[in-house]
């Protein structure tokens, strides 16, 4: 039980630190991008919205199989073989968990407006100083919801994952996958325990979200 929810932890800390990595720069490209195509890049980034989960770990476990190009390429620059393994996990719920990630941070950059970076620009500020010294401080409440719904997100997460890891103890077998354990074999009382203090853990989380993004407003 507690191998299931350090892996978890770990797996769910790891997706969002890397999701907060990529995804800033792309939801700042989507909120001042106004090329044709940005439409297409959001529907793709919104695609895990929709898409049921299985779907998307069976075209991901396709992908990570070492008889295609993904995969193959991984394997013999890196020597890592993707499926069931703790890095197919990563890879899958970056992807998964992206939208919940990119949209709130977007959100944010969007609701700046143009008047604080142009105010920066007068002062000839770079765009990289301006991105780091105004964009980032003033849209710091979507990064905490996008980390915050990255975290719980990747935590919750079931269908990705057992496509891509399957079942491994210490491996792939996080929390959702050992619920489905235990109520596979009738053992109800550690299945209340686990699904209990996801309960629990989840709601503290958007609780503590919802307080820090009420006191900031009130800072600003």
């Known amino acids: 039980m507690t191998e299931a929810i350090l892996l978890t932890i770990k797996l769910a800390g790891l997706t ?14 989507l909120a001042h991008n106004r090329t044709w195509y940005k439409e297409i890049v959001n529907a793709m980034v919104a695609l895990p919205l929709v898409l049921p989960p299985t779907v998307l770990g069976f075209y991901l476990l396709l992908a990570m199989s070492p008889q295609n190009a993904f995969g193959a390429f991984i394997k013999e620059h890196f020597d890592i073989t993707l499926p069931f393994t703790f890095e197919g996990l990563v890879i899958g719920s970056v992807i998964y968990s992206l939208p ?12 700046i407006g143009r008047a604080p970076m142009e105010v920066a620009a007068t002062l000839r500020a770079s ?10 401080p003033l849209a710091r409440p979507g990064f905490l919801s996008g ?8 935590v919750g997460e079931f269908g990705v994952v057992l496509m891509i890891g399957g079942n491994l103890p210490g491996e792939t077998k996080v929390l959702s996958i050992a619920i489905y354990d235990h109520v596979e074999s009738l053992e109800w009382t550690e299945a209340h325990i686990l ?6 853990s989840s709601f503290v989380l958007i609780f503590l979200m919802i307080l820090i993004e009420k006191r900031w407003g009130r800072l600003n």
Do not use: C, K, Y
């Open 16 to 29: 969002t630190l890397i999701l907060l990595l990529i995804g800033s720069p792309l939801a700042w490209w």
């Open 195 to 200: 699904s209990g203090g996801m309960l629990v």
């Open 147 to 154: 980390a915050v719904l990255g975290f719980a997100h990747t």
């Open 127 to 136: 765009p990289l100083d301006r991105f780091l010294t105004v964009a980032l």
């Open 100 to 111: 919940f990630v990119v949209q709130p941070i977007r959100n944010a950059f969007e609701a």
